[in-house]
């Protein structure tokens, strides 16, 4: 144990540590010492220094030294122990991003149904199955929480801002929005967040948002149905429809589109029917594509201003949806 904890000691700085916290320092000396208020107890004049060559801290202030084991110890209040637990799980974190987006997934799964907003939303968007709610992961971020839950467990605010998961500010990035992850081989790789609100904008966060959704599931399918937005995934999955795929939007990143025609079949492109048009260009432009790379592709044409999820919301059924998808044209 003597080992691993000197190893683990080495493998993470001190000085990194504390600016991750927020601590405010300017060079002393020749460059490899740091000074600044001091995070362990109230002061006004600077005092705390830190030795990076040494990876050690001490206070002149308060008489409190040592390394980033020790730190943590003190301004966490946490034994020995659960600082060697939290500097691990902090190591692994910097690490592996996935780890800690899999965490914030999980927490905005347990609010969900705390929240009446939430369980009426999706209400509201015809989302009424328990089995398929659980299977997608659907959660919600009422805002304000998220930080608190993964700030104790260990995370960095620096770390969280990097992922997007806070804004500049350190606030929680999404707020009053359902959540859906975005997982590829198993891992979840972004965050998409549906706004309750007209006032806020939908948005994923920052990076890749990977290939299609649940492509596993369907990849060995010979007729799928691609649509552009999770909710109208969602209600078709309701009806009945299982060889069904997600873009998360109208424009197919390359892995997506690589993954559509990496066999023969027939693609379903049942995209929204907006007033704009932007929808049906948009899949004007895919199904021609698509068949320069051999593959089959129909145009489902949905009644004007709708899309999959407004069309069961409103009366919908699977009949007149599977009807539309043998009038689906070439």
Not at 120 to 130: A, V
Not at 174 to 202: D, K, M, T, W
Not at 259 to 267: A, E, I, K, M
Not at 296 to 301: E, F, N, W
Request: one cysteine or more; a positive charge.
């Amino acid at each position: 144990m003597g080992e691993d904890l000197e190893k683990l000691k080495q493998r993470l700085s001190l000085l990194d540590y504390l600016r991750q916290q927020n601590w405010i320092a300017r060079p002393a000396g020749r460059g490899s010492e740091f000074v600044g208020l001091c995070p362990l107890h109230p002061e006004t004049r600077p005092s705390f220094y830190v030795n990076v060559h040494k990876n050690l801290f001490y206070c002149h202030g308060c008489g409190q030294g040592g390394d980033l084991l020790r730190f943590v110890q003190l301004f966490r209040q946490l034994s020995f122990r659960q600082s060697l637990a939290y500097l691990e799980q902090y190591r692994a974190a910097a690490a592996d991003p996935a780890a800690v987006l899999e965490k914030a997934a999980t927490f905005y799964q347990q609010q969900r149904d705390r929240y009446p907003e939430a369980r009426c939303y999706l209400k509201q968007r015809g989302l009424h199955d328990p089995v398929l709610i659980k299977e997608m992961r659907i959660g919600y971020a009422p805002g304000g929480s998220l930080r608190r839950y993964l700030t104790a467990q260990g995370y960095s605010s620096d770390l969280l801002q990097h992922l997007g998961l806070l804004n500049r500010k350190s606030h929680d990035a999404f707020y009053r929005r359902i959540i859906f992850p975005c997982c590829q081989e198993g891992r979840v790789i972004n965050l998409y967040g549906r706004s309750i609100a007209a006032a806020f904008v939908h948005r994923f966060l920052p990076g890749s948002k990977g290939g299609l959704y649940a492509w596993e599931q369907v990849r060995q399918c010979p007729e799928v149905i691609l649509v552009e937005g999770l909710f109208d995934y969602a209600v078709l999955w309701q009806a009945g429809f299982r060889h069904l795929t997600c873009s998360l939007g109208t424009h197919l990143n390359r892995y997506q589109f690589r993954q559509l025609c990496d066999r023969p079949r027939t693609v379903y492109l049942t995209f929204d029917v907006d007033i704009n048009g932007s929808g049906q260009q948009a899949s004007q432009r895919l199904a021609h594509q698509l068949q320069v790379q051999g593959i089959a592709a129909r145009r489902v044409l949905l009644p004007e201003g709708h899309d999959p999820n407004s069309f069961f919301v409103q009366g919908g059924d699977a009949g007149q949806f599977q009807a539309l998808l043998e009038a689906a044209l070439p």
